[in-house]
């Protein structure tokens, strides 16, 4: 299977604890991109990447999330001392680079975050 | 971001056509309209995307109206596999996805 794959599918965390996600995009995809989704409503958007670049985040990324893409390839999302609103599922998705708006982004089939 | 407008729910029986409405009157004339679907325990699905003309593809059709301030995802026959939640997405310059609440499509035997 050569879709978008996530690591771990399922985390269950402490209150104040840190946790780190792993994402690996379809191969030879320029664009990632993190999502959150809570029961009963659609994703949100958190940050994307180009290539290695990060180069938009929602204001839904406090400063105790963090990003990175560093080889342009995998990326991770750490979350730093963990609350319980931040309970949710972790969403990937990747997109080739063709440069227009139309590219299709094709979703791993997340992580999902209980904090306790 | 502009923002579509979508029923919670629907219901169709199956091996009927569903038609999913979505309104966007605040569209702009760049914004693409993507539609995506969302089955169980599962992330996020394409299904198919137009600018301003009517558009087909082996999952579903996508009829836009001439002023392109609403659009209708049709599933021409639906299946048990379709129960899914539709996201109606208008996509602009930017590269990110702003899903609303979708409809929620049950498709009954």
């Known amino acids: 299977d050569t879709g978008v794959s996530q690591d771990p599918r399922h985390k269950i965390t402490k209150r104040g604890q840190n946790v780190t996600f792993r994402c690996d995009p379809i191969?030879?995809?320029?664009?990632l991109y993190w999502y959150r989704q809570t029961l009963g409503q659609g994703p949100e958007f958190l940050t994307y990447?180009?290539?290695?670049?990060?180069?938009?985040k929602s204001r839904l990324l406090s400063d105790r999330f963090s990003a990175e893409r560093p080889k342009g390839s995998f990326s991770t999302l750490e979350i730093q001392r963990t609350e319980q609103g931040d309970s949710a599922m972790y969403l990937c998705?990747?997109?080739?680079?063709?440069?227009?708006?139309?590219?299709?982004?094709?979703f791993g089939p997340g992580t999902r975050l209980t904090v306790l | 971001d502009a923002k579509t407008t979508q029923p919670n729910s629907m219901e169709s029986n199956e091996e009927e056509p569903v038609h999913l409405p979505c309104n966007h009157s605040?569209?702009?004339?760049?914004?693409?309209i993507h539609w995506y679907r969302q089955l169980p325990s599962q992330g996020p699905e394409y299904v198919i995307h137009?600018?301003?003309s009517n558009v087909n593809n082996r999952m579903a059709s996508l009829a836009i109206a001439e002023d392109r301030k609403s659009s209708t995802l049709i599933l021409h026959r639906a299946t048990l596999r379709d129960a899914a939640v539709y996201y109606c997405?208008?996509?602009?310059?930017?590269?990110?996805?702003?899903f609303g609440g979708g409809t929620r499509v049950l498709v009954k035997p």
């Open positions: 137009g600018l301003t």
């Open positions: 997405i208008l996509k602009a310059a930017g590269n990110k996805l702003t």
């Open positions: 990447f180009q290539n290695e670049a990060q180069l938009e």
């Open positions: 998705a990747s997109s080739p680079l063709a440069g227009t708006v139309s590219n299709e982004q094709f």
């Open positions: 605040t569209i702009s004339g760049t914004d693409y």
């Open positions: 191969s030879e995809h320029n664009r």
